[in-house]
Structures are given as structure tokens and as C-alpha cells.
């Protein structure tokens, strides 16, 4: 599969509950009340699902910004 | 005791799911395999609507299993009891699982480990009213429906203690798993199993967190905030009554002064996490924390000091040792004992056969495996990195479910 | 320094500003360093909460208070030699755990001689005969000297010719009170009961068979707790109300006090206000931040009483919410702080993973 940013950006915008042009890459996480740590583990299974791709605990962490989150994804498509 | 029969008892107890279930038809129904592909679709179609529902997605608690249930995590799971094994696996047939009424979700994780393994299932969980089981319960009986051969696997029913109830489906079961505390266990223990059926039970624990005070100094600020941050998750989350969250903090440095600077900071930081969160602590729960702290100030019996802060969301403790009244009059929501070690050896004056999870801060993973391997201490199951320390795991208790749950068959004759 | 000999025979409202901020000061010094000497439980509590009872203390809000459940857990007493001691006992009918008050001569004797300077301001100089809403038999068990009946006999200073209205299943002994009230239809009378005894055994009895009293000359104390009350949903106007209706009684006290301050209790005043004399004082603290809040901001309710002598009791954290609404400028004339009670701390939700099974 290839990776697709704009797919990433649809995953963050529906599992947030936000427009996907609020999806920018500086958009980090606890900067907005909608991305908290509960909103952060939803968003990680979507992107589980929507990349069937399994993500490590500590890129799961990591994954604190939209920037970050897609070299990240990109990684884990790259390699599967 | 004479086993009442099944046809009496049926009265005492209700299925809450599957509805309309019966535990004639779960104990006769033909085992699953294990990490059977009906098991695991079943799973992640569940943590999924888990994570959606309404009357589920702003459940922390709810969330945090779903989050656990998720596919990939299972599909780990699986990878790790895959391992090249002498033996072979197979499910130990019935699984008793008996939860607390205080923890919203333990008895999923229980039965799910359990359907994994591919065992039947009989969950007793409390009658007492709980909107996160109930929940649950809901969002689980939609799904089963399409499911037929896990309905068949499973069935969850509610009663209020009795022996009578207990003592039947203890006759039926291979498996007993007891999920704490103390006098529950003392209570269904006395309860008989047939012979060959084995008791796992999960005793009452407690946590500690382990700091050192130099890391975090030198440490940048993102990282002392992602600590803060895990130490919050771990301690707050379920205000601090679940047993893997922490309320003992030692510090380690062999200087004082570092180590109160360290606190400073620290602590610093977690008051204005808890504002930014928005943690809220009622005005009862403050006053049994100012109630616990004079209750460790008289029963300890060296003389603690009690740290000031801000607000009592956060209420803390110092002492030299570990007074006992600290685990018999602990009430949860934020409420930290903490001691000054100098050495990692120091924390097996802080620890005994309670301790379940240890969360480090600036400790090496070497460290504690010399740790372990030198002194053998007969506490700590678990040692996790901080924000961990709520994340459930196969392996718990010091037992490894997988492998407690199945039966291991050892085949020689190549 | 004024000795407490002279406030007992005071007013005991006549104190206000920085007068009688003076004398709670002063005697509550005394007290603190009394029983942290005396008393170790309390000793080890003031140092891990760093609370030096030698410093010199401007503001009644500094001392050091007691969370008032610390009763339940332990026997707290600073009690010198051989004194002799009574011990008074939370009544306990909500909670397995009771306070134990540890009561010697001295402090009992300041206990009565407060009360009784405390009720001459609402009964007047002369003891009046009296009618006690409850039944002798509460006075029987000697042994467990119960709140009920140390309240009844504290109380039973203040009247004579002392009539218990109720007979042991509680039910009103009619005879006995017609020939009480012929006997003394040209003198005042006063009434002490507990709220939810007086509600249930006088009003709704008297309610259900349709019968009223006559004794508009009468003024009658009570006390005790609401929360029995609030689930009937009854208030304390509708109470005054409904006795006003069945009885004629128009001067009704509610009064605020506590096992484990007895004698400096604080009597409801014709405003519908509590009022701290003399011998106490009030604070409402935040709950979280333990900071003494303005008048008129609700909080958690800290009760300070300068009798106190063989137990540390003089400064209690209670969990009982309210608000102070002034100090000395209350309409009925009294100084003092003045304040009203709102209920008590709802309870915390308990989870975990201890025990539960019961349930």
C-alpha cells in the first residue's frame, strides 16, 4: 500500500471530530481539548484500521504532532 | 456442603449476556481453539464499537480496554504465545472468572484472555448498578448476536454474594479466577473444586513509582513533561485506586539536596498538569486525604512530615519509612507517600509481598534485572516506564495468564 | 488575659471585634500548647503538618484543627493523673464507628457552666418548667453514656419540674401533660428535644389524630441532624411551620453543636441565624485549599471552642458545609459571627480493586 497523507489526514479529522483543514502539521497533541489522551488512543486504533498497520508503544507515544505522525505512519507502510 | 442443584439456583442468579443464554448450554458447548479467527473477529469488531458507541466513548476505563482489544494489540498477543514450544497447547476447558464490583472492566479482560485460550466462560460480576458495566454489557450484547459460536462460549451473570451460586459453578469449572480483594478470596476459597481444577487469584496490591532525582534535573523539559504526564495517567486516571497505580514515590540520589530539588519540580509540574486537566477532587475525597495524612502522622513510627501543596488534588507525604496506616487508611484520589533512597537496594526496605508494579523513571533496564537477580525480593510483579503502569498485560500478577489458562500437552515420540 | 471564670457570667453575646477575637485567641494558645504536651496523637499531627502550638497566633483561622472523624479512630484525651473521667459516645446509628469524648471534671464543669450562660440569653435568668420531648428510658443505660442522653441531661439544668413527654414506645402521655400544663398555665415553659424525635413522636402524631396543643407561651430548643429529615424532605422552615401549627409555639431554637463540643453550642437566633458566643468561634475553610474564606462564600465549616480541656477538641474541621454571613451586625442583637449550615459533605464514590464482593 502506498501512503497517503491525505488518508492520515481524514483519519485524525474523524477520529478528533474536527474539519480535516484543522489536520496541520503542527497541529500537536493537549493543544486542542479534542485531542487528549482517550482521543489519542481512538485515533491510534483508526489508524491501525485504516493502514493495517500494527503500531510499536513507543512510536504510539511519539506520534505528538500530525508532522510526526506521518513520518511515522509512513514508516510502518513503507515496511509492510 | 451439599451442591444445591442447578434448577433451584437458576432463580438466584440473572444472564446478562448473551441474553437468554443458559449455563447448560455454555458448559456443553464444544471448546473454541485457541486464538480461534471467530475469537478475534469477535474482539475487534467489539473494541471497535467500544470505541464508537455512545454510551461508551467518553469512558476512560472503556476506552482503555477497547484500546487493548484493538487487533493489533491481540495480533501481539498472539505473537507472543506463538513461541517454538516442547509442548502443546490446548484450552483447560471451563474458566470460573469472579470480579470485584469496584473495577469497571477487569472481568473483560479476564474472560477475553480466557476466550483466547479458547475456554468456556462463566463471569460473575456484582448486581450492583455501574454504568460503565452496563454499558458494556450493551454494546457486547449487540454484537454477539452475529457471533454465535463465542455466545455459546461465554455467558456473564449477576448475583449478590451467595454461596449456594458460587459453589455450583465452582463445580463446573477447571479454572477459578478470583479478582481480589483479600476477603473475597478468603470467602470463595473455602468454596471446593473438583479435583483437577486450578485457582488463580489476584490478591490485594499496591504500587510504587521509582525516581532518580539526577535523571530528571538533567533531563530536557520535554522529557520531564512526558514523565509528569505518564505519572498522572498512571496515578490519576482512576484516582488512584486502581492497584498498578502508584502511592509510594521513592527518589533516588545520594544527594538530599538534589533529590529536593527534584520534588520541587516535579511536583510543580504535576500541580499544573492537574489544573490544565481539569482533574477535579470532591470536597469529601479532600477530606479524607487530610484525614489519611493525620492518620499517618500518628501511626507512623517515625515522624513523617507533611508536604504543603497548593490544592489537594495533589496531597503528599514525606516519611523515612513506610508507615503501615499508609496502605490500611489510603483513600485514593492523589494522596503520595515518599521516602529518599540512595541506592536502588534501598527500595526492599519500601516493598514486601504487596507490591505489584514498580514505575521507573531513570532507571536502567540492567539495573533492574541485577536488581531482581541479586536479592530476589518477594514483592514486585511488574516493572513498568511511567504512563504504563494502568496498560493490562497477559502476564500479571507475577502469573502469565496464557499459559495459566491452557493446558500443556508433552508429546514424545519422535 | 480574661479567665473563663468571668466570661461564664457574662452575656454570652456581649463580645464582638477585636475583643472577643482576643479571647479566643488567647485561651485557644493555652489550649494547643496544653494538648500538645499532653496529648501525643496530637502532638505527632501538628509536627508532620509543621504547626508550631508556641508561636504566637494573631488570627483565630492559624490553630491547628482536628478533622473531627480522628474521634472515631482514635482516643484522643490530654488527661493529667487520676482525673475522673466520663465518656461520651457518638450516638452511631449511621456509621459502625463512634466518637469517644473523654470528659474530666474541669471541662464538664465548663461544658454546663457555658450552656447555661449560653440559654439564659433565650430562656432568662429563672429556670422554667420543662418539657422534655423523649422518653426517660434514654436516660436508663448508664453505662454507654450516649449524645442523646448527655444532651437531655445537659439541657434538663436549664427546667424544672422536668416532664418526659414520651412513654417507652415513644407515644405522648396526654394525662401527664394536661395536668403539667394546668399546673403551670401561668408561667412560660420550655421544650427541649432532638429534631427528628420532635418531628416524628410530637408533630406527626399530633398531625395524624388531629389534635393541637395550646402553649403559645412556650419556647422550645432543639437539635440534631437533618439528614433524616431531608428525606422526608422537610426543612427548617416547614418544621417551624408545622410545630407553629400544631403546638402554637412560636419561639423555636434550632441549635449547631456536636459531640465533641459540647457546651459551646451555637443557638439559632430569632433571625434564623447560628451564632458563635463567647466561648466559640467560626470559619468556613475551602475544602481543597484549606483557606479561611470571606463571609458569604460557602466551604467547609471549622468549629473552634475554648472549653475544651481534657480532650484536643478545641479546634474541629467538621464536615459539614456553610457560610458565615456576618460578625456583630446581626439584626437580633447578639455579636459574634453569625453563619448558617448547608448540609453535610456529600459522600465520596468509592472504586478500586479492594473488596466488594457483598455488593
Known amino acids: 500500500m502506498e501512503f497517503d497523507e491525505n488518508k492520515l489526514r481524514a483519519v485524525f479529522a474523524e ?15 493537549n493543544t486542542i481539548p479534542q485531542w487528549d489522551s482517550l482521543a489519542h488512543m481512538r485515533l491510534i486504533a483508526e489508524i491501525e484500521d485504516a493502514f493495517d498497520i500494527m503500531i510499536d508503544s513507543d512510536d504510539l507515544i511519539d506520534m505528538s504532532s500530525f508532522a510526526i505522525s506521518i513520518d511515522i505512519v509512513r514508516k510502518y507502510v513503507d515496511e509492510a | 456442603m451439599a451442591v444445591a442443584t442447578p434448577m433451584n439456583l437458576s432463580a438466584r442468579y440473572k444472564v446478562v449476556c448473551p441474553l437468554g443464554s443458559s449455563i447448560d448450554s455454555v458448559v456443553n458447548s464444544e471448546p473454541l481453539g485457541l486464538f480461534a479467527d471467530e475469537t478475534l473477529q469477535f474482539v475487534s469488531e467489539l473494541s471497535y464499537a467500544l470505541m464508537r458507541d455512545r454510551r461508551t466513548a467518553d469512558m476512560p476505563e472503556v476506552t482503555a480496554l477497547a484500546f487493548w482489544m484493538r487487533k493489533a494489540n491481540v495480533v501481539n498477543i498472539k505473537k507472543g504465545f506463538d513461541k517454538p514450544s516442547e509442548c502443546l497447547r490446548l484450552p483447560r476447558g471451563t474458566a470460573f472468572h469472579i470480579a470485584p464490583s469496584n473495577v469497571d472492566t477487569i472481568f473483560v479482560y479476564s474472560m ?69 480483594g483479600d476477603e473475597t478470596i478468603g470467602l470463595i476459597r473455602k468454596i471446593p473444586l473438583p479435583p483437577r481444577a486450578k485457582e488463580l487469584t489476584f490478591a490485594d496490591r499496591f504500587s510504587i513509582a521509582l525516581l532518580d532525582a539526577d535523571k530528571f534535573l538533567n533531563s530536557d523539559s520535554a522529557t520531564k513533561h512526558a514523565c509528569v504526564e505518564g505519572f498522572y495517567r498512571d496515578s490519576y486516571w482512576f484516582d488512584q485506586m486502581a492497584c498498578s497505580s502508584p502511592r509510594l514515590v521513592c527518589w533516588r540520589s545520594v544527594d538530599v539536596q538534589n533529590v529536593r530539588r527534584a520534588q520541587a519540580e516535579f511536583w510543580g509540574r504535576v ?71 540512595e541506592s536502588l537496594t534501598d527500595v526492599l526496605h519500601c516493598i514486601d509481598q504487596k507490591v505489584q508494579t514498580m514505575s521507573c523513571f531513570g532507571i536502567s533496564e540492567n539495573e533492574i534485572k541485577m536488581f531482581f537477580a541479586k536479592h530476589k525480593p518477594s514483592g514486585i510483579d511488574r516493572v513498568v516506564k511511567f504512563g504504563d503502569a494502568l496498560n493490562f498485560s497477559e502476564v500479571w500478577d507475577g502469573y502469565n495468564l496464557l499459559d495459566e489458562l491452557t493446558r500443556c500437552i508433552d508429546v514424545q515420540i519422535s | 488575659m480574661i479567665e473563663l471564670s468571668e466570661l461564664f457570667d457574662e452575656d454570652a453575646y456581649s463580645l464582638g471585634g477585636d475583643e472577643k477575637s482576643a479571647v479566643i485567641c488567647d485561651h485557644l494558645a493555652l489550649l494547643s500548647e496544653h494538648h500538645y504536651a499532653h496529648c501525643p496523637e496530637y502532638r505527632s499531627i ?36 487520676d482525673s475522673n473521667v466520663k465518656t461520651l459516645t457518638s450516638s452511631g446509628t449511621t456509621s459502625q464507628q463512634v466518637s469517644k469524648i473523654f470528659i474530666d471534671k474541669q471541662t464538664s464543669q465548663y461544658q454546663t457552666k457555658a450552656l447555661s450562660c449560653i440559654m439564659r440569653s433565650y430562656l432568662g435568668p429563672k429556670r422554667l418548667p420543662m418539657i422534655i420531648l423523649d422518653s426517660e428510658a434514654v436516660l436508663k443505660n448508664r453505662q454507654m453514656f450516649s449524645a442523646r442522653g448527655g444532651g437531655i441531661l445537659g439541657m434538663s439544668n436549664f427546667g424544672r419540674k422536668h416532664l418526659y413527654l414520651f412513654d417507652e414506645n415513644m407515644r405522648i402521655k396526654h394525662e401527664a401533660l394536661e395536668e403539667f400544663l394546668d399546673k403551670h398555665a401561668e408561667t412560660p415553659i420550655f421544650l427541649f428535644g432532638f429534631t427528628f424525635m420532635i ?8 398531625e395524624k389524630t388531629g389534635k393541637t396543643l395550646n402553649i403559645k407561651s412556650a419556647t422550645l430548643i432543639h437539635s440534631g441532624g437533618w439528614k433524616k429529615l431531608e428525606s422526608e424532605k422537610v426543612d427548617n422552615s416547614m418544621f417551624r411551620q408545622r410545630i407553629s401549627a400544631a403546638t402554637g409555639i412560636e419561639r423555636i431554637f434550632n441549635f449547631y453543636g456536636m459531640v465533641e463540643q459540647m457546651g459551646s453550642v451555637y443557638m439559632e437566633c430569632e433571625q434564623g441565624y447560628f451564632h458563635a458566643s463567647v466561648f466559640s468561634e467560626i470559619i468556613v475553610r475551602d475544602p481543597l485549599t484549606g483557606e479561611a474564606l470571606e463571609f458569604g462564600k460557602n466551604g467547609v465549616i471549622e468549629t473552634l471552642s475554648i472549653l475544651p480541656h481534657s480532650y484536643p477538641g478545641h479546634a474541629i474541621l467538621t464536615e459539614d458545609q456553610g457560610v458565615i454571613h456576618g460578625q456583630d451586625d446581626c439584626r437580633c442583637g447578639r455579636k459574634g459571627t453569625y453563619f448558617s449550615i448547608l448540609g453535610r459533605l456529600p459522600k465520596a464514590e468509592i472504586r478500586g480493586c479492594s473488596d466488594t464482593y457483598e455488593s
Open chain 1, 15 to 29: 477520529a478528533l471530530g474536527i474539519p480535516e483543514a484543522d489536520v496541520v502539521p503542527t497541529l500537536e497533541y
Open chain 2, 112 to 180: 477475553f484472555l480466557s476466550l483466547f485460550c479458547g475456554n468456556r466462560n462463566i463471569v460473575r460480576i456484582s448486581s450492583t448498578p455501574n454504568a460503565q458495566v452496563d454499558a458494556i454489557l450493551a454494546v457486547m450484547n449487540d454484537i454477539i448476536t452475529k457471533h454465535p459460536r463465542i455466545a455459546s462460549s461465554m455467558i456473564i451473570v449477576r448475583y449478590d454474594h451467595s454461596e449456594e451460586v458460587s459453589a455450583y459453578f465452582s463445580s463446573l469449572c477447571d479454572v477459578r479466577m478470583i479478582w481480589g
Open chain 2, 271 to 341: 500541580e499544573n498538569l492537574l489544573v490544565e486537566e481539569g482533574y477535579s477532587t470532591a470536597p469529601a475525597v479532600a477530606m479524607d486525604k487530610l484525614i489519611a495524612q493525620c492518620r499517618f502522622a500518628v501511626e507512623a513510627t517515625d515522624p513523617i512530615s507533611v508536604a504543603k501543596t497548593s490544592n489537594l488534588r495533589l496531597a503528599r507525604v514525606e516519611s523515612k519509612s513506610v508507615p503501615l496506616a499508609f496502605r490500611e487508611s489510603h483513600c485514593g484520589g492523589g494522596l503520595f507517600l515518599e521516602t529518599h533512597i
Open chain 3, 46 to 81: 501538628c509536627d508532620a503538618f509543621g504547626a508550631d502550638t508556641a508561636k504566637r497566633i494573631s488570627h483565630v483561622s492559624e490553630f491547628h484543627c482536628l478533622p473531627v472523624r480522628l474521634f472515631k479512630h482514635y482516643e484522643l484525651k490530654s488527661i493529667l493523673g
Open chain 3, 199 to 206: 418531628w416524628l413522636h410530637l408533630i406527626k402524631e399530633l
